[in-house]
Antibody, heavy 118, light 108 residues
Framework: QVQLVESGGGLVKPGGSLRLSCAAS????????MSWIRQAPGKGLEWVSY????????YYADSVKGRFTISRDNAKNSLYLQMNSLRAEDTAVYYC???????????WGQGTMVTVSS | SSELTQDPAVSVALGQTVRITCQGD??????ASWYQQKPGQAPVLVIY???NRPSGIPDRFSGSSSGNTASLTITGAQAEDEADYYC???????????FGGGTQLTVL
């Protein structure tokens, strides 16, 4: 079945780094744009970044631009998010999502929690 | 601040019809999508495009749009529809996704 599984979350100190991974299965990963979306505890959804199917087009939310880097490895059916210079306000559940035309997110992973705290 | 605005909370009696709205200038140019999120779970897409439902979504869920407002309508709300609902679309640049702040739906 179509599935996305995130990993790599955890507790990190302010200013630290973390790399999230998302393993895709059940569909042709290389055909789809992919996004990272986050949700702070008790808050709403916030889109973070997306990457085109080939990796040639990338966009970031202003809140993470210059600190986060999205990438993908189509041979490994995997999506990544490198997070540097982490701040307390980056604390959230991070979801990877498959993206359809129109920035529609039709498949979501279960999420991985990132906590930034000293 | 979010470029899409939703009412924070809405309630509906069991079996009745409820409309959840989402307002934003970008909705004049782009369709909204709608997501249902239950506590401790990932969001689930329920409506996208003009009024399309993914496979497995009950037909009591429907979408519409007029001007700068998109709406999600649940006709005959069920207890299992109690959840948070989020709209999303593109921002004014067209290159970034944006979500509404979410609406907590209570089924009485």
């Amino acid at each position: 079945q179509v599935q996305l599984v995130e990993s790599g979350g955890g507790l990190v100190k302010p200013g630290g780094s973390l790399r999230l991974s998302c393993a895709a299965s059940g569909f042709t990963f290389s055909d789809y744009y992919m996004s990272w979306i986050r949700q702070a505890p008790g808050k709403g959804l916030e889109w973070v970044s997306y990457i085109s199917s080939s990796g040639s087009t990338i966009y970031y939310a202003d809140s993470v631009k210059g600190r986060f880097t999205i990438s993908r490895d189509n041979a490994k059916n995997s999506l990544y998010l490198q997070m540097n210079s982490l701040r307390a306000e980056d604390t959230a559940v991070y979801y990877c999502a498959r993206q359809e035309v129109g920035l529609v997110f039709d498949i979501w992973g279960q999420g991985t929690m990132v906590t930034v705290s000293s | 601040s979010s470029e899409l605005t939703q009412d924070p909370a809405v309630s509906v009696a069991l079996g009745q019809t409820v409309r959840i709205t989402c307002q934003g200038d970008s909705l004049r140019s782009y369709y909204a999508s709608w997501y249902q999120q239950k506590p401790g779970q990932a969001p689930v897409l329920v409506i996208y495009g003009k009024n399309n439902r993914p496979s497995g979504i009950p037909d009591r869920f429907s979408g519409s749009s007029s001007g700068n407002t998109a709406s999600l309508t649940i006709t005959g709300a069920q207890a299992e529809d109690e959840a948070d609902y989020y709209c999303n679309s593109r921002d004014s640049s067209g290159n970034h996704a944006v979500f509404g702040g979410g609406t907590q739906l209570t089924v009485l």
